[in-house]
C-alpha cells in the first residue's frame, strides 16, 4: 500500500481533480486546507486594522490518500496533470508518494 500526498495549488479545481482521481478507480481521499511557508513569507506586513477579507490567507489544498498498488500512483498523477498541467510549472500543485509500513482503520488491510 502506498500514501499519495497531493498540494492542489488552485483549490478552485479541485472537484476536477477529484472526479480524475475518481475516474482512476480512487474512491476515498482527505482533503485539508493548507498554506506554505512561501505564501506565509510574502505577507509584508500585518493589516489587522483592515476588514478581515484583506487578512484571509491565499491557501492550498492538500489532498491525501491510500492506494494498494503502486500503478495507482501513476495512475493518479497522470490524472492530476489532466486538470493542472505538468506539475513542474509554476502554480500547478506538488505530488508525492512513499509506501505504507502500517496501517490500521476503516477498511484498511496492510498486506492485501
Known amino acids: 500500500m ?3 500526498f497531493f498540494v492542489l495549488d488552485d483549490p ?15 474512491s476515498g481521499v482527505t482533503i485539508l486546507e493548507s ?15 483592515l476588514p478581515d477579507f484583506y487578512n484571509q ?4 489544498l ?3 490518500t491510500i492506494v ?3 500503478a495507482m500512483i501513476e ?10 498541467g505538468e506539475l513542474s510549472n509554476p502554480n500547478t500543485g506538488i505530488f508525492a508518494a512513499w509506501p505504507i ?6 477498511s484498511l488491510k496492510v498486506g492485501d
Not at 476536477?16 to 478507480?25: F, I, N, P, Q, S
Not at 490567507?57 to 492550498?60: A, D, F, V
Open 57 to 60: 490567507e491565499e491557501n492550498h
Open 101 to 106: 509500513s502500517f496501517a490500521k482503520g476503516g
Open 68 to 70: 494498494k498498488e503502486e
Open 12 to 26: 478552485d479545481k479541485l472537484r476536477e481533480v477529484l472526479d480524475a482521481w475518481e475516474k482512476v478507480g480512487i
Open 35 to 49: 498554506t506554505g511557508l512561501n505564501r506565509v513569507k510574502r505577507k509584508a506586513f500585518p493589516m489587522r486594522y
Open 75 to 84: 495512475a493518479c498523477l497522470q490524472a492530476t496533470e489532466s486538470v493542472v
Open 62 to 64: 492538500t489532498l491525501m
Open 2 to 4: 502506498y500514501t499519495i
